[in-house]
């Protein structure tokens, strides 16, 4: 039987992979679905805790437009600056978002400046909000992972571990494969899969665990204000890190072969945990909100 993708030893295959639906005849990418779905909760998910605690569920409406156009283009940016040779020689491209090249930590980053400009000319207090809309962002990096996989993209390293996803090399953008997947390439009747480790998998579980850790654990204990929106900083930067060191198709620092989301990964795992250790050990430098 050929296959398009299976989860070898755990019995999941799915022999015809597709990335997309026809609508009257208009093709809407998965990817692109899930993204909105994830949107859509996400903001429900922080309007409602903007509502518990007196912000107002209106704030989060007025501003999520703008978080996402600019995270959208950030991301964008963030991807061409570290892949310019791919683009250096046909700058359009950086225009035609149907090809792909959204890196999150450019979404992230963009969406926090926005948040904190936003604030300013909203007289609103930034790590309040910052402690609502991380949840919105959780809920999103969680569903846009499963965008990856039905892309075949955002994979790691070749593992023979329980979780071990084989595709079928065909299907897979070339530029994801390196030179130890091309060394361990099987070949079942004829067809050849590579077999690598799901890093969406491993992210959005990591992510889906650090947002429930948040809803249900360390929300009900803050000290401060802006312990939620550090605590994911932490959390994230932890998974990331280690997570990263799995992917094949890690944006690089010019010259190296340091991964550029492993080195951002570890500085906001640091800044989240030296914050909170100064926030609870001298909670004078936040001002907690009044319940």
């Known amino acids: 039987m050929v296959y398009d993708l299976s989860f070898v030893n755990l019995g999941i295959t799915i022999e015809h992979m597709v990335d997309h639906i026809d609508v009257f005849g208009f093709r809407i990418a998965y990817y692109g679905i899930i993204i909105g779905i994830g949107m859509i909760l996400g903001t429900m998910l922080a309007a409602g805790d903007a509502k518990k605690r007196g912000l107002g569920e209106d704030s989060v409406y007025d501003f999520i437009i703008y978080g996402i156009l600019f ?48 604030c300013r000319l909203k007289k609103k207090r930034f790590l309040d909000m910052a402690d609502s809309l991380i949840l919105s962002l959780l809920v999103g990096q969680i569903l846009g992972r499963w965008g990856n996989f039905f892309n075949c993209e955002a994979f790691g390293r070749y593992t023979e571990s329980l ?51 948040i809803l249900f654990v360390f929300r009900k204990r803050k000290k401060f204000t802006g312990e939620m929106f550090f605590t994911y900083l932490a959390g994230y930067g932890l998974g990331r890190m280690i ?3 799995l992917r094949t198709d890690s944006l690089l620092v010019s010259g190296t072969q340091i991964a550029v989301s492993q080195l951002l990964a570890g500085a906001c795992f640091v800044t989240g945990i030296l914050v909170i250790a100064a926030g609870r050990k001298r909670g004078y430098l936040f001002r907690q909100e009044e319940n």
């Open 71 to 118: 995270g959208v283009a950030g991301a964008r940016l963030y991807y061409v600056f570290f892949s310019w040779d791919a683009y250096r020689d046909d700058p359009v491209q950086i225009l035609n978002l149907r090809a792909g090249g959204l890196a999150i930590y450019g979404g992230v980053i963009a969406g926090v400046l926005t948040l904190y400009v936003w």
């Open 163 to 213: 979780f071990a996803m084989r595709i079928r090399k065909a299907v897979v953008n070339p530029i994801m494969i390196d030179e130890e997947l091309l060394s361990h390439v099987i070949v079942e009747n004829g067809t050849e899969y590579i077999q690598v480790h799901p890093t969406f998998l491993y992210e959005s579980t990591w992510n889906l665990c650090l947002l429930l850790l």
């Open 243 to 245: 997570i990263e060191g």
